[in-house]
């Protein structure tokens, strides 16, 4: 009985993480106006006097010299801290551009890229099912293509750059706390520069002294360390497979959010995509339960 009360209280962790993650375009859409480069460089900084104390707070040891003094460690994890950057700059950006539908779009794609990406770099063989997927992926994004005649640069980019991500981050033996806490680390002095720079040309939004923005650029710390947190604290707790479908509620709620409260255009062409993918999803999700079974 127990067993299964810690089961279902880290099934509901993963879920509030989800849920933050796909409701996250609701925080960003308010610092519409301020530089989507100013915001990720504040979203970092931010992170950082918010991890430190999460951290502390969940009793999680401070390993950084550790990784400072193993090399592998120490450069995947500059490797994956400019990734995490990209992904947070193109997610930033995208919703500070009215292309909310283009994020859920990559989020939705992105456990198809992980897919490919395990077969590419991992050596792992596929199935009749993981093929189909695949396939119904690459019409996806080709009918992306032939409807606005050119590739869904945003989609794609959040799906490539969080795929590699967690490829390379699964090849790191770091917990995930002292993992996000180097990458936030090793990121910082690009952000603090952009930032002195800004302020340099009198354009840093901080310094307007607009307590509405500032407050929100302080809480993008917050908004970014919570939901890992959760995250991390579920993760080992839970089955994959059910990680797996729990994982589609983000994207699921952001697609939500786009049509129905940013009332973004959703045309017969994006239809077709997002169609396509979700039928991708389906063989993912079967082939998920076979190898449960």
Same mark, same amino acid.
């Given at each position: 009985?127990?067993?299964?009360?810690?089961?279902?209280?880290?099934?509901?962790?993963? *879920?509030?993480?989800?849920?933050?993650?796909?409701?996250?375009?609701?925080?960003? *859409?308010?610092?519409?106006?301020?530089?989507?480069?100013?915001?990720?460089?504040?979203?970092?900084? @931010?992170?950082?006097? %918010? =991890?430190?104390?999460?951290?502390?707070?969940?009793?999680?040891?401070?390993?950084?010299?550790?990784?400072?003094?193993?090399?592998?460690?120490?450069?995947?994890?500059?490797?994956?801290?400019?990734?995490?950057?990209?992904?947070?700059?193109?997610?930033? @950006?995208?919703?500070?551009?009215?292309?909310?539908?283009?994020?859920?779009?990559?989020?939705?794609?992105?456990?198809?890229? &992980?897919?490919?990406?395990? +077969?590419?770099?991992?050596?792992?063989? /596929?199935?009749?099912?993981?093929? =189909?997927?695949?396939?119904?992926?690459?019409?996806?994004?080709?009918?992306? +293509?032939?409807?606005?005649?050119?590739?869904? @640069?945003?989609?794609?980019?959040? !799906?490539?750059?969080?795929?590699?991500?967690?490829?390379?981050?699964?090849?790191?033996?770091?917990?995930?706390?002292?993992?996000?806490?180097?990458?936030?680390? =090793?990121?910082?002095?690009?952000? %603090?520069?952009?930032? =002195?720079?800004?302020?340099?040309?009198?354009?840093?939004?901080?310094?307007?002294?607009?307590?509405?923005?500032?407050?929100? /650029?302080?809480?993008?710390? *917050? +908004?970014?360390?919570?939901?890992?947190?959760?995250?991390?604290?579920?993760?080992?707790?839970?089955?994959?497979?059910?990680?797996?479908?729990?994982?589609?509620?983000?994207?699921?709620? %952001?697609?939500?959010?786009?049509?129905?409260?940013?009332?973004?255009?959703?045309? &017969?062409?994006?239809?077709?995509?997002?169609?396509?993918? @979700?039928? !991708?999803?389906?063989?993912?999700?079967?082939?998920?339960?076979?190898?449960?079974?």
């Amino acid at each position: 009985m127990q067993n299964k009360d810690h089961q279902t209280k880290n099934v509901l962790l993963a *879920i509030a993480a989800f849920v933050w993650w796909g409701l996250a375009p609701l925080f960003f *859409i308010m610092l519409n106006g301020v530089d989507a480069l100013e915001i990720m460089s504040h979203r970092i900084i @931010w992170s950082l006097l %918010t =991890i430190i104390p999460a951290m502390w707070l969940l009793n999680k040891k401070n390993k950084i010299l550790e990784i400072i003094k193993t090399p592998k460690l120490f450069f995947g994890l500059i490797i994956t801290g400019f990734l995490i950057g990209i992904n947070w700059l193109v997610y930033v @950006w995208a919703i500070s551009n009215g292309q909310v539908l283009e994020t859920s779009l990559g989020y939705f794609i992105n456990p198809l890229i &992980s897919v490919a990406l395990g +077969i590419v770099f991992l050596g792992e063989k /596929l199935n009749n099912r993981k093929y =189909i997927a695949l396939l119904l992926v690459v019409l996806a994004v080709a009918n992306q +293509i032939l409807q606005h005649g050119s590739l869904p @640069w945003v989609s794609l980019s959040l !799906a490539f750059s969080f795929g590699f991500y967690g490829l390379i981050r699964k090849k790191l033996h770091v917990d995930s706390f002292n993992g996000l806490l180097m990458e936030i680390i =090793i990121t910082l002095p690009f952000a %603090t520069a952009f930032l =002195i720079w800004k302020y340099n040309i009198g354009e840093n939004a901080f310094f307007s002294f607009q307590w509405q923005i500032n407050s929100l /650029l302080i809480l993008s710390g *917050i +908004i970014t360390i919570v939901p890992m947190a959760l995250f991390a604290a579920s993760v080992k707790g839970i089955k994959l497979s059910t990680m797996g479908f729990i994982q589609y509620l983000a994207p699921s709620i %952001t697609f939500l959010l786009a049509v129905f409260v940013f009332h973004e255009p959703l045309g &017969s062409g994006q239809i077709v995509s997002f169609s396509l993918i @979700w039928l !991708a999803l389906v063989f993912i999700s079967w082939d998920a339960l076979k190898g449960l079974r």
